[in-house]
């Protein structure tokens, strides 16, 4: 891979295992990045304490700035310190030390996007964190089991359902959003989504009606990278096309300029180049996945790809 190239903007949306996949790649290829993360989540860790305390779920935030550690001893450390869960037989049994520390500089500093930048200072973070909203949310989605339609509510919930996700919708409707995130949206060069949890990490975000017009207007470059596989409870039987249809079905105005999946899991290129297409973009098709044949990205490959999409002239 050639140099980085740090004049690049990028910001990527998403959560969980999802984002840190796509961080920990970007991070490689720019010295400007943003991620902008999802606070949905009402399980584990994130959903005690934000019942608890009423804050932001901090475990997604958590693991986007684990991603944006670097590889050298400083990085790798406290990267794995934030990840660190207890395990106890009594009440710190599954917290994260991540989402303790997250948690105690917004009771202390009262300022959640001050806070994460203080965390990412700490930690040597390679980029910078921002909540998707500026309260928490709840997905709620609407499943079809057995031809019934349902209501689904919460993050769990609706990752965990036994049925076909159909759409989904937030609660609140409208919620506020950092002026950071709309900033950064609007002054970068490549918006990155996915890969992720396509209905509760990927899709959420032009739910929010702030930034989805953000997200529209921009100037920047839109990518979607694709996941490597269907996600058990949530999009079972999706092909790598499907995935960008229900996009479309969620944000018919959006347009994105490239669409980046992997070789090996693409069965019908055709199909998903003419998907692609509908959405105003291009297919790159790549070997990015992991080595062992997981369902994982590799960091390395990923970022090879990913900087020459972006050296690429408009």
């Not at 920047?220 to 694709?226: D, G, P, S, W, Y």
């Not at 090879?304 to 999409?309: A, P, S």
């Amino acid at each position: 891979m050639s140099e980085p190239a740090p004049a690049a903007k990028v910001v990527a949306l998403g959560g969980g295992h999802g984002l840190h996949a796509s961080l920990s790649a970007l991070r490689r290829v720019t010295a400007d990045l943003t991620a902008v993360v999802t606070v949905a989540d009402d399980g584990g860790s994130s959903g005690r304490l934000r019942r608890e305390l009423g804050v932001l779920p901090p475990g997604d935030l958590r693991m986007a700035l684990a991603a944006l550690c670097g590889d050298d001893e400083w990085g790798q450390t406290w990267s794995r310190v934030v990840q660190h869960r207890f395990r106890s037989e009594g009440e710190l049994h599954g917290h994260a030390v991540g989402n303790l520390l997250i948690v105690a500089l917004w009771e202390l500093l009262d300022d959640p996007v001050q806070a994460l930048e203080w965390v990412g200072r700490l930690l040597g973070a390679h980029g910078r964190v921002l909540p998707m909203a500026a309260v928490p949310l709840d997905i709620q989605a609407e499943v079809e089991v057995d031809g019934t339609v349902t209501t689904v509510r919460g993050q769990v919930a609706c990752a965990l359902t036994a049925g076909r996700v159909q759409a989904i919708s937030l609660v609140p409707p409208d919620p506020p959003v950092s002026p950071e995130a709309i900033k950064a949206i609007h002054d970068a060069d490549w918006v990155v989504f996915g890969p992720g949890s396509w209905f509760t990490s990927v899709l959420p975000h032009l739910k929010v009606p702030e930034l989805a017009r953000a997200l529209y207007a921009t100037s920047a470059r839109r990518l979607v990278i694709l996941n490597l596989a269907p996600q058990p409870g949530e999009t079972d039987g999706f092909s790598p096309q499907k995935h960008l249809e229900v996009l479309r079905q969620h944000a018919p105005a959006l347009l994105v300029d490239a669409v980046l999946a992997d070789t090996s899991v693409t069965e019908d290129p055709t199909e998903l180049e003419k998907a692609a297409v509908a959405l105003g973009g291009r297919l790159v098709l790549a070997d990015v996945g992991a080595s062992d044949g997981s369902a994982r990205h590799d960091a390395p490959r990923l970022a090879q790809v990913l900087d020459e999409i972006f050296r690429e002239k408009r």
